[in-house]
């Protein structure tokens, strides 16, 4: 799988590598999802394994890293040359194409249906809505997008206190989209499954696009920042938790071991994100940026290839993990003459079927990624 050797002109190397890996790394979340279906959260202490916590903990990182890259990517991107009205306008069309994915091809990848009685809003449209944001906050300067994206991550958490049904219609609804994960009647019809509350995310795609600018730095400069900024993160994480005060509205607590009390320390809100949590996720998402500088090895040539095709990647596993759960529901149906298996796989299942996953995957990446390279159809731009 190392054969195929990605080199196209003025990309970074170290963005797409990581991206790659968080990519690699949040199909094991959906795995889970697909072949292991929990009625509990499984970062719940009181009835998780810690190995089902730390499966789960580990694809934390993916979405904020994922979101924050995206606004670094716009930033090298639009930098090239691009007016901002021409930015803007690429910004508002992709973000509009993300939720229109959103509310098609990926919710039949989950639901394998089109009815709008109830949907979910995740991170895909959490990508799509703040681009559109970032279409308007491209007009301000680096410096302003910079405080309000900071403001956003690290002052949301105060709003923590609001509550919707205090709130006159239509406004408690507004709130919700924006800070609140919940389920809403949105219309007489259709309810809304709120997962991703957006505010903390435009803060992360704003945030990312000024942090582009590191990218204008030669190499053995921006690395030692990149360093600076991950550890930095990762120390503001740990003393915010230790005081127990601010930054995540669940407070950790003594589990009678020391290792599932560090598994309650790290264990933050995702939904939405609470300062503490992007603390954690992007100040390692830094570190990881920083590792894979000038790196280049199989295992980077694999994952730049994945980073390289992450709408078409994403797409992709949604169906393929689909498809490999009916498989192996039909297989242990007909091994128990044809009644329905009553429980999920095994963990370690689990994790071999993330493996299968991921290397059928490489195949049809690499041949997009190739075709990419190749081509210059518009379209390209959008998945």
């Known amino acids: 799988m190392t054969d195929f050797v990605v080199k196209p002109k003025k990309r970074i190397d170290s963005i797409d590598i990581t991206r790659g890996l968080i990519m690699v790394i949040m199909a094991l979340d959906h795995t889970r999802d697909f072949f292991m279906p929990q009625q509990f959260d499984p970062t719940d202490l009181t009835r998780a394994s810690t190995s089902l916590f730390l499966t789960r903990f580990i694809t934390h990182f993916c979405a904020p890293t994922f979101v924050f890259l995206a606004g670094t990517s716009a930033f090298l991107f639009f930098s090239n040359g691009k007016t901002k009205g021409e930015a803007a306008k690429f910004l508002i069309t992709r973000g509009l194409w993300l939720v229109f994915l959103e509310f098609t091809v990926i919710r039949f990848g989950w639901a394998l249906n089109l009815n709008f009685d109830f949907v979910f809003v995740q991170v895909i ?20 997008i910079a405080a309000i994206g900071l403001i956003m991550i690290f002052g949301h958490n105060a709003l923590d206190g609001i509550k919707t049904d205090q709130m006159p219609a239509p406004w408690g609804t507004v ?13 007489s019809y259709t309810k809304v499954f709120i997962l991703y509350p957006l505010i903390p995310w435009i803060g992360v795609m704003a945030v990312g696009y000024v942090f582009g600018g590191l990218f204008k730095l030669d190499s053995a400069k921006r690395k030692p920042l990149l360093i600076t900024i991950g550890l930095s993160s990762l120390a503001l994480f740990v003393v ?8 995540d509205p669940n407070q ?29 996720t992007l ?56 009644t329905p298996p009553k429980d999920g796989a095994s963990l370690y299942f689990v994790y071999l079927m993330w493996a299968l996953a991921i290397f059928i995957l490489y195949f049809p990446c690499r041949w ?16």
């Open 125 to 144: 449209w959490a990508l799509g809505i703040s681009m559109i944001a970032l279409a308007g906050l491209i007009y301000l300067p680096r410096a302003a």
């Open 175 to 187: 709130w919700s989209f924006l800070h609140v994960q919940t389920i809403v009647q949105l219309t």
């Open 368 to 383: 997009y990624m190739k075709y990419k390279m190749t081509h210059k159809q518009w379209w390209l731009s959008y998945l």
């Open 283 to 338: 100040g390692a998402c830094n570190l990881l940026l920083a590792a894979f500088e000038n790196a280049e090895n199989g295992f980077t040539r694999i994952m730049v290839l994945f980073g390289r095709v992450p709408m078409f990647y994403y797409i992709l596993h949604l169906y393929l993990l689909r498809l490999m759960a009916f498989i192996a529901y039909l297989i242990v149906k007909t091994a128990n003459n044809g």
């Open 240 to 247: 915010l938790r230790l005081v127990n005060i601010y930054g």
């Open 252 to 280: 950790w607590t003594d589990q009678g071991v020391w290792y599932r009390t560090i598994l309650s320390f790290i264990n933050v809100q995702k939904y939405p994100p609470s300062l503490d949590y992007l603390l954690i």
